[in-house]
């Protein structure tokens, strides 16, 4: 993250920084309150992971909040990614994300989404507070409402953990399943109700070192975190 000086030893497959809405430039930035047709991919990666909507009453909005920006997604908004990535069974993964949901009652998905014909990785508050993988039960009773760090992991053994403003777990399930990260707050046919301010995505188990480098970097850009704890 070279505008902060915050290295890491790998680089993103994707990464979604609403500070960068075109990915490469803060001057470029639309005005407050316009639709985002396309939100860039800033990961340096050679594919092309730009997200998209072509149909307007599908597309998110850009919101700037004093020194924060964030695309706010209303339950009927999601953004198509140009390329996906497959994740198989063993396939490490590890997904950060920073954000919020409307109300305790309203949805809120993790991004890039990771997506299929139903269920997938569902967080936040869906169907008396549950968060899914697949048709699995990771947590119950849980509110993402206020301002948060959400970070999804699977390691080679297949053990899927939700951890909640850094190393806090939220619970595991084991998941054989192939996971595609294809879009922006949708899964399956349910979609975001909430604000996503930026979402990393890595393919791989991250070290520890990693992620408390990543902690620093987002405690420092995101006054509104709460106090994030330490990964061991």
Known sequence: FTSSNYNISVQP???FDASFLDGADQ???PAN???VSTWGDRSGQSTNYDASQSNASEQPTFVVSGDDKYVSFDGG???DLANSISRSSTQAFTIIQVGNDYS???IYYAAPNIDNSYGSIQVGVYSNGYIYVRTQTLATGKDYSALNMFTITRNGSNTVEAFRDGNSSEGTVNSLDTFLFNNI???GGTRTNGNIYEAILFDQLLSTTDLNT????LANKYSGLPTLTTWT
């Open 13 to 15: 497959q994707m990464h």
């Open 27 to 29: 001057a470029n930035n």
């Open 33 to 35: 309150g316009s639709a």
């Open 77 to 79: 908004d999601d953004l």
């Open 104 to 106: 305790s009652t309203s």
């Open 185 to 187: 707050g949708r899964s």
């Open 214 to 217: 990543i902690n620093s970097y």
